[in-house]
């Protein structure tokens, strides 16, 4: 995807390449990148963990008010599904630690785009010349 902008004072405009999963947001001026996060916990005994796995929920919910976490969801039996909202791979990188430090596990991560962007970029190719 690529996005045209321009900035106060400039006569030209820039045109940027997108990676996929990653979006700007104008408002703010910087990039965020979405992932979907499911983790599969290692095969330990749930009550074996029971104290740090009740820290989970503290810990997420701080990354939910900085609006970091859009999402979590328990999964059915064991594990959780998150959606983050992050500036880099470092960030999600130092998250995902964190995470793991609390409830050691596997984590599948999916790169997202918000569903208006991928519509403009349908939009755009089907309103582009063949070629």
């Known amino acids: 995807m690529q996005v ?8 030209r405009a820039l045109t940027i390449c997108l990676p996929f999963g990653a ?10 990148m979405l992932f979907l996060v499911v983790s599969t916990p ?5 009550s074996d963990l029971v104290g740090t796995r009740q820290s989970f929920w503290p810990w997420i919910a701080g990354y939910q008010a900085r609006g970091v976490c859009r999402h979590i969801y328990a999964r059915a039996g064991r594990g959780a599904v998150a959606v983050f909202d992050v500036e880099d ?8 630690n964190e995470w793991a430090d609390i409830v050691p596990a596997h984590f599948d991560t999916y790169p ?3 569903a208006d962007a991928a519509q403009r970029m349908l939009a755009a190719q089907t309103a582009a010349p063949p070629g």
């Open 4 to 11: 045209r902008c321009s900035f106060p004072g400039e006569r």
């Open 23 to 32: 979006s700007f947001r104008s408002a703010l001026g910087v990039w965020i």
């Open 42 to 46: 290692r095969p330990e005994r749930p």
């Open 89 to 96: 791979n470092d960030a999600l990188h130092r998250i995902l």
């Open 112 to 114: 997202l785009i918000e």
